[in-house]
């Protein structure tokens, strides 16, 4: 489980123009989609609302699975992320873990980086400000500001989010597809 810490996460949001006015740099929205008490008839948890949405996000943002350069999850419990994946459609329902040993997560431009910051389970969750985490990242990212960690060429980011969990199962879960300028 993610331990607490102390910390805070921020970006500027605003009109395209006026970041190129300001000679900001920038990132878009190629998509964003959200779900909430998904499957609610399940006695237990082994399918998301991801899987609800997931073909789409991809869709409206125009690309395809290939064509996502980071994957920035939501990851309190390491299965979380198992569903985020199964869900996203990177891999079929109960694929998950043969998916994980199949494919590099790493920065390394191999296979598919994933929470290249470490994410909360090596980072910490600051309250509210855990569910930011993913977005920075895939910010620094795309901004190329992702320093020793930096995946080359980063253009498309997926991240995704989870939340108010009431002991089951999540009831919200949310993805955006990210894209630099």
């Not at 996460?9 to 909430?36: N, T």
């Not at 991801?50 to 996502?68: F, M, N, P, R, V």
């Not at 350069?69 to 994946?85: K, R």
Request: proline share 3%; charged share 20%.
């Amino acid at each position: 489980c993610v331990m607490p810490c102390a910390g805070a996460d921020g970006f500027f949001v605003m009109r395209e123009e006026m970041a190129g006015e300001l000679g900001i740099k920038g990132v878009s929205i190629g998509s964003a989609f959200e779900c909430f008490k998904a499957f609610p008839d399940d006695p237990i948890q082994l399918r998301s609302g991801w899987s609800t949405y997931g073909e789409d996000l991809l869709q409206e943002a125009g690309l395809t699975h290939q064509q996502i350069d980071l994957f920035e999850s939501y990851d309190d419990y390491p299965v979380v992320v198992m569903l985020q994946l199964e869900g996203m459609g990177f891999c079929e329902p109960g694929q998950a873990a043969a998916f994980l040993q199949e494919n590099s997560m790493k920065f390394d431009g191999k296979g598919l980086p994933h929470n290249t910051n470490g994410g909360q389970l090596s980072v910490g969750q600051a309250g509210a400000a855990g569910g930011f985490l993913g977005i920075v990242e895939a910010l620094r990212q795309l901004l190329g500001e992702a320093g020793a960690n930096q995946v080359d060429s980063a253009r498309h980011a997926l991240v995704t989010g989870f939340g108010m969990v009431n002991y089951d199962r999540g009831i919200c879960s949310a993805a955006a597809i990210l894209k630099r300028c």
